[in-house]
C-alpha cells in the first residue's frame, strides 16, 4: 500500500530490538535514513525501518510483551 513507499522490493528482514524508538534515534544519529516512521501493529509489536549507512534496508521490532 502507500504506506510503503520508498520501501525498495526485496526481503525484509527484521531484528527484535528492546526499545524501537530509542534504537531509531541512535541510528539517525549514526547516519541512518528512516524509511518508515515507528508504527504499531496491534498484538505484533512496534516496527520502524531503517535504510543503514551503507544502503541496506531494515525492519527493527520491539515485540510486545507475552506478559
Known sequence: GP???GVPESWMSY???DDVDARLETAKAAGAKVMREPFDVPGVGRIAIIKEP???G???ITP???E
Open 3 to 5: 504506506e510503503f513507499e
Open 15 to 17: 531484528l527484535a530490538v
Open 64 to 66: 510486545v510483551s507475552d
Open 54 to 56: 551503507g544502503g541496506a
Open 58 to 60: 531494515i525492519g527493527w
